[in-house]
């Protein structure tokens, strides 16, 4: 019974790794996410699971997080058993993970390498807000081997970034990079938001050209969501904010792929941009390729062989049910063979290389042949077997895989 902690009371939801999923780890890559859930402020737009100091409450220390996730690196360990192959992939996100000290980063990535190994060439990334990290942190970052790190920049309008509530200004996200240039990091992403309310053409031209100047060799570009239960929602709805309009993001995301694509920089998936294939991120990748990984902290999800689950989401919970050797796993759903296949088919379409037609249904093959016609997917490569979206399709990419996957 390789899943159950030795002595301790298992949730229900954590269970049992049913046997068949056990059975696929190694078949895949296989990686570990670290959630840290912390920040200093919170931004209007974002509802992950992340807490400030007043929404944590008494009781729940930053200090003691690292020794939290520690117990469940073992938990992990213990249910998983020996077939773990080595951890390809290491990412940190939040929250803000570096509100850490940069010495407790290290400590879990320790003990990922001491409780599964590291694979040769190990990559290990984590977020970072460009406000939140100097200099002497960044070298200590590389010296625990950290070979990566992405920054939320956003955007490098002083009006947009006020309405997004972000805390830097447009010069502290183009510095950072070169300071994370100077430890030592070889690969450094940025992320951008576009489509926030008063955002110009020529504000996002500006965040574009800021962004690629900074120096990174990967860029995330992504239209801001509107989430239920935000601040931003609220105003939205107070109508103190204009929605995001779809052409007005439409526009951007043509505007970031033609500035992007004449700096360098390819698009490897829908959001995603990257100087070369070296600076794609392949943590990522595993999660867009059905591969495994196990996620550490509050509300991080987990997937092994089509099992998926999640954690609770405060981190209150969280603590006290590792402390008492329990999982903190809140839920868990099995995926079927068409569930499995759905959902490859769904991220794969996303990708560069798209997907072969064959693996599509019998309806999505006659919707394939219609969006080639629309000018939605590449003809040749349609000719030749495979499903890749065009500019036109990545721009209405939601609505295509509907219509493939339906
Ligand atoms: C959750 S944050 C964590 C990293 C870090 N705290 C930061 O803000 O840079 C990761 C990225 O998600 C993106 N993001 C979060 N909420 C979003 C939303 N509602 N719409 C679009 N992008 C969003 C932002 O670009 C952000 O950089
Ligand atoms: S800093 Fe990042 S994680 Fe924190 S609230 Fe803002 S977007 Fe969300």
């Not at 080639?372 to 349609?382: F, I, N, P, Q």
């Amino acid at each position: 019974m390789p899943s159950r902690l030795p002595d301790g009371d298992v949730a229900p939801a954590d269970g049992v790794l049913p046997p068949d999923a056990l059975r696929e780890l190694g078949r895949r890559p296989f990686g570990i996410y670290v959630h840290v859930p912390f920040c200093t402020t919170r931004c209007g737009y974002c509802d992950f699971t992340t807490y400030t100091a007043q929404e944590l409450g008494p009781g729940v220390s930053r200090a003691a997080y690292a020794d939290t996730a520690l117990l469940e690196l073992r938990l992990a360990r213990h249910v998983l058993g020996d077939r773990t192959p080595p951890v390809e992939t290491v990412f940190f996100g939040g929250g803000t993970p570096t509100l850490l000290p940069a010495g407790h980063l290290a400590a879990v990535l320790r003990e990922i390498d001491d409780v599964f190994g590291l694979a040769p060439g190990v990559e290990v990334t984590t977020e970072a807000n460009p406000e939140s990290v100097a200099p002497g942190y960044l070298a200590r970052l590389r010296e625990a081997g950290f070979t990566r790190i992405s920054f939320g920049m956003q955007s490098a309008a002083p009006h947009v970034l006020r309405v997004l509530d972000r805390t830097h200004t447009p010069g502290r996200a183009v510095e950072v990079v070169a300071e994370a240039r100077r430890a030592g990091f070889g690969h450094v992403n940025l992320d951008l938001i576009y489509g926030a309310p008063w955002e110009t053409d020529a504000d996002w031209q500006g965040s574009l050209d800021s962004a690629v100047g900074a120096g990174p060799d990967h860029i995330s570009a992504y239209a801001l969501i509107v989430e239920e239960g935000t601040a931003l929602a609220r105003r939205v709805q107070r109508g103190e904010l204009p929605e995001p309009d779809d052409d007005v993001l439409a526009d951007r995301y043509a505007q970031a792929d033609e500035t992007l694509t004449r700096s360098g920089f390819g698009w490897y998936e829908v959001s995603n941009w990257a100087r070369g294939t070296a600076a794609r991120s392949r943590h990522n990748r595993l999660y867009w390729t059905g591969g495994d990984w196990w996620g550490v902290g509050p509300g991080a999800h987990s997937h092994v062989g089509g099992v998926r689950w999640w954690n609770v989401r405060h981190p209150a919970p969280y603590a006290a049910r590792l402390h008492a050797g329990a999982s903190p796993a809140a839920g868990r759903e099995v995926l079927d063979a068409t569930a499995r296949r759905l959902e490859h088919t769904m991220l794969g379409l996303r990708l560069r290389e798209g997907l072969p037609v064959r693996e599509l249904a019998a309806r999505g093959r006659d919707a394939a042949g219609r969006a080639v016609g629309y000018g939605l997917l590449d003809r040749r490569a349609h000719g030749e077997g495979r499903a890749v979206l065009t500019l036109r399709g990545r721009l209405l990419a939601d609505a295509v895989v509907r219509d493939l996957t339906d």
